[in-house]
């Protein structure tokens, strides 16, 4: 099972009208009691996230009215919220503010995120720049496309598989546990560019588009990298996890690596999987 296209467009005009009333106005105008940590200190929540999300889900009921509704500050309110992706059906995925640190500190980079599951399996992703108001969309067996309303959809292609010593990516070392930090650094050292973003939105992004050739992340939550996984693997890339696992949104664990083609996640595997041992810190 699929979405249709006028449900694809609905949930792209849902996206776009909460990023016009939820998310744009109150960047760079949050006051302090709008911002605050979830987990850890650099794990933030917004009156934004909060209003996005809980617009978002009211749309989708609308929009896709049998999904269950799996939202990143849902979950954290109510952690078995989490559990329904593990039911028959057709699930939502949302991360109302990906890269919320950077959100709520004045920066640019930060953005929407959406997926559609259907038993366990994405089939539809949403990328979107709030300041730009563009988007990636990705489709099971149907490609990912860059996408803004006054162009045509651009289908996308990752980048070509190079050596290591040329590739360049993201790798969120902050997210590892603090004994294999410098461990996994000091193993990019040889490649050609190593960075993070901090906003998974963006770093699918840039990977889709065959701006970089990588990404490596510490966590493994399900709304950060449902649908950039689809959009690499659509685009032509690989995604799977560390631990030689393919990526799944059923898995709660391990470390997600994308990359552009098959022999370069391997090749990854074979060189980051021995330094990183147990599971990401909480």
Same mark, same amino acid.
């Given at each position: 099972?699929?979405?249709?296209?006028?449900?694809?467009?609905?949930?792209?005009?849902?996206?776009?009208?909460?990023?016009?009333?939820?998310? %744009?106005?109150?960047?760079?105008?949050?006051?302090?009691?709008?911002?605050?940590?979830?987990?850890?200190?650099?794990? !933030?929540?917004?009156?934004?996230?909060?209003?996005?999300?809980? @617009?978002?889900?009211?749309?989708? $009921?609308?929009?896709?009215?049998?999904?269950?509704?799996?939202?990143?500050?849902?979950? $954290?309110?109510?952690?078995?919220?989490?559990?329904? %992706?593990?039911?028959?059906?057709?699930?939502?995925?949302?991360?109302?503010?990906?890269?919320?640190?950077?959100?709520?500190?004045?920066?640019?980079?930060?953005? @929407?995120?959406?997926?559609?599951?259907?038993?366990?399996?994405?089939?539809?992703? @949403?990328?979107?720049?709030?300041?730009?108001?563009?988007?990636?969309?990705?489709?099971?067996?149907?490609?990912?496309?860059?996408?803004?309303?006054?162009?045509?959809?651009?289908?996308?292609?990752?980048?070509?598989?190079?050596?290591?010593?040329? %590739?360049? /990516?993201?790798?969120?070392?902050?997210?590892?546990?603090?004994?294999?930090?410098?461990?996994? &650094?000091?193993?990019?050292?040889?490649?050609?560019?190593?960075?993070?973003?901090?906003?998974?939105?963006?770093?699918?992004?840039? &990977? #889709?588009?065959?701006?970089?050739?990588?990404?490596?992340?510490?966590?493994?939550?399900?709304?950060?990298?449902?649908?950039?996984? %689809?959009?690499?693997?659509?685009?032509?890339? $690989?995604?799977? &996890?560390?631990?030689?696992?393919?990526?799944?949104?059923?898995?709660?664990? /391990?470390?997600?690596? $994308? #990359?552009?083609?098959?022999?370069?996640?391997?090749? !990854?595997?074979?060189?980051?999987?021995?330094?990183?041992?147990?599971?990401?810190?909480?």
């Amino acid at each position: 099972m699929s979405l249709d296209r006028a449900e694809e467009e609905a949930l792209v005009a849902l996206v776009r009208r909460a990023a016009r009333r939820e998310v %744009l106005p109150r960047f760079r105008d949050l006051p302090p009691e709008a911002v605050r940590t979830k987990t850890r200190r650099d794990d !933030l929540v917004t009156d934004a996230d909060l209003a996005a999300e809980s @617009m978002i889900a009211d749309g989708a $009921a609308e929009i896709l009215p049998d999904a269950a509704v799996v939202g990143e500050e849902g979950v $954290a309110a109510e952690a078995e919220a989490l559990d329904r %992706l593990d039911e028959p059906g057709t699930a939502l995925i949302i991360d109302p503010i990906d890269g919320t640190w950077n959100y709520a500190n004045g920066l640019a980079t930060f953005g @929407m995120l959406l997926a559609v599951t259907v038993d366990g399996e994405t089939v539809f992703g @949403m990328l979107h720049d709030p300041l730009c108001d563009d988007w990636l969309l990705a489709r099971a067996g149907g490609g990912a496309w860059y996408c803004r309303e006054d162009i045509a959809p651009r289908r996308l292609q990752v980048s070509d598989t190079r050596g290591m010593g040329n %590739l360049s /990516g993201y790798l969120s070392a902050q997210h590892f546990r603090p004994e294999h930090r410098s461990a996994l &650094l000091q193993a990019t050292l040889d490649f050609d560019r190593v960075e993070s973003l901090r906003c998974s939105c963006h770093e699918y992004r840039m &990977l #889709a588009q065959g701006r970089v050739d990588f990404s490596l992340s510490g966590g493994n939550k399900v709304w950060d990298h449902a649908a950039g996984a %689809l959009a690499v693997r659509e685009a032509g890339g $690989a995604v799977g &996890l560390l631990d030689g696992r393919e990526h799944a949104p059923r898995h709660r664990d /391990g470390h997600p690596l $994308a #990359a552009n083609s098959r022999a370069t996640l391997e090749r !990854l595997r074979e060189r980051f999987a021995p330094l990183v041992e147990g599971q990401v810190e909480d």
